[in-house]
């Protein structure tokens, strides 16, 4: 089979190395990839947002299956623009994409099939969500620009005048430029974190293992909404009971609430939820692998992730069980200082080779180009690498992937600290 991936991130990075795993695959290609995904497979300079270029090329080289794992492509359609062309892809069309494209989209589906979420409002006009701050809102309360914003469309407002402020952001600036044309005003939970990721075929889903991101910037959970700074899998606080309650209220509830509207979902639904103390509530959905996480569960996942593209597909996944290694796993990434907000980049990585021949340990590429030399790498965005870093237990992985982060260099080189902090406390 010959493979194409869509995007340049680490969640690529880890989609490529899971399909050169796979012994149907001969070929694979990534648009338009990174300087680490180009050491497994071909990239090609196309852009995720450049469909009739993608297109092409997939006729061009017949390819056999097209893997999309960023949101952009997902939500703007590309799904549908293979299939037009007669091209296997992988992921939800544009209708079912929408489920991580509209924050109030999925708000209305989840009170409509009564899916647990947090209580909210949506508005379309910024003075009656300042109105609705004014009247109704408790603080803190948590502002969501509608559309897509790099995971940095959501803020968490402890008062009223900050709250304002994010209004008029979201909607007046239009910071997030037309993702804020609405935006969805909600309530304020309290919990742990937990990322579920599961595979859909329309009508079945199944679940991967579960994963514990780290959103904010800087250690202790401070600083601003990142796309994510690490993370660890499994979650030890995503316990049987937890489990059972969101097959029973969440997973397949959503997954039959989007055949029902005729938005039948194939491809990766993930799942924020956040465990309060009245339970599971979802935060968000997102209609693709998420990044890091996919850097913590794929390594771990048994299956050939092709068989397992092909059911989703084909609608053939209730004869299909996931199976994950016994272990755990922990990425740190390595950022440029300054992510989100403002940062540098250019410079020449160092001690990329020492990952070679390592069994546990991956260096997934985030932002990263080859220099004009085609020998150098060079750090190319905010978040650079992904350090994973597999163990028989998630203190074990831990130490190993903190370990490993020791091995690269780069001017500017920043992470946290405390990724997994957590499960020592636990
Ligand atoms: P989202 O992009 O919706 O996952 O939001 C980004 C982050 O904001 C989440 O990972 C949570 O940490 C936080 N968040 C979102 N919604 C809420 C909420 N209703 N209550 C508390 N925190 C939230
Ligand atoms: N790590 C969160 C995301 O991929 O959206």
Not at 72 to 84: F, I
Not at 153 to 176: H, P, R
Request: hydrophobic share 40%; charged share 25%; glycine share 10%.
């Amino acid at each position: 089979m010959k493979v194409l991936i869509v995007g340049s991130g680490g969640r690529e990075h880890a989609i490529a190395a899971a399909v050169a795993k796979s012994k149907k695959v001969e070929e694979i290609y990534c648009a338009p990839g990174n300087a680490g995904i180009a050491q497994i497979a071909g990239c090609v300079p196309i852009g995720a947002m450049e469909f009739d270029r993608i297109v092409a090329f997939a006729k061009e080289k017949a390819i056999d299956l097209v893997i999309v794992g960023m949101d952009d492509p997902l939500v703007g359609g590309l799904v549908d623009a293979l299939e037009e062309a007669g091209i296997r892809a992988f992921g939800p069309r544009k209708n079912a994409a929408v489920l991580e494209g509209s924050k109030a989209f999925a708000k209305e589906l989840m009170k409509k099939y009564h899916i647990p979420t947090a209580a909210y409002e949506i508005f379309s006009d910024a003075q009656e969500a300042l109105e609705y701050l004014h009247t109704k809102a408790k603080f803190p309360v948590v502002l969501k620009a509608d559309g897509l914003a790099l995971g940095k469309g959501v803020l968490i407002c402890s008062t009223l005048q900050e709250a304002e402020e994010g209004v008029c952001s979201i909607m007046t600036e239009q910071k997030f430029g037309s993702a804020g044309n609405r935006m969805v005003i909600e309530e304020f939970l309290t919990g742990r974190e937990v990322s579920v990721l599961s595979f859909v075929d329309g009508k079945t889903i199944r679940i991967m293992s579960s994963a514990q991101d780290h959103k904010r910037a800087l250690d202790g959970d401070q600083g601003p909404n990142t796309g994510g700074m690490g993370n660890f899998s499994p979650s030890p606080f995503y316990t049987k009971e937890v489990d059972e309650y969101c097959r029973k209220y969440i997973y397949q509830a959503t997954v039959d609430a989007m055949a029902a509207e005729g938005r039948p979902f194939q491809g990766v639904i993930f799942f924020g939820l956040m465990l309060t103390p009245d339970g599971p509530r979802v935060l968000e959905y997102n209609a693709r692998f998420g990044d890091p996480e996919a850097q913590v569960v794929l390594p771990r996942m048994k299956n050939d992730i092709i068989d397992v593209c092909n059911a989703c597909i084909d609608g053939t996944l209730d004869r299909l069980e996931l199976e994950f290694e016994d272990n755990a796993a922990v990425c740190v990434v390595l950022a440029s200082e300054g992510y989100p907000v403002k940062y540098e980049k250019g410079f020449p990585i160092t001690g990329l080779e020492r990952f070679d021949g390592k069994q546990d340990y991956f260096c997934f590429h985030a932002g990263t180009k080859l220099d004009a030399d085609k020998k150098t790498i060079l750090t190319n965005g905010g978040r650079v690498l992904g350090i994973t870093a597999l163990g028989a237990t998630l203190s074990e992985a831990r130490k190993k992937a903190y370990e490993a982060t020791e091995w690269v260099d780069f001017k500017n080189k920043y992470m946290r600290h405390d990724i997994g902090k957590a499960i020592e406390e636990a």
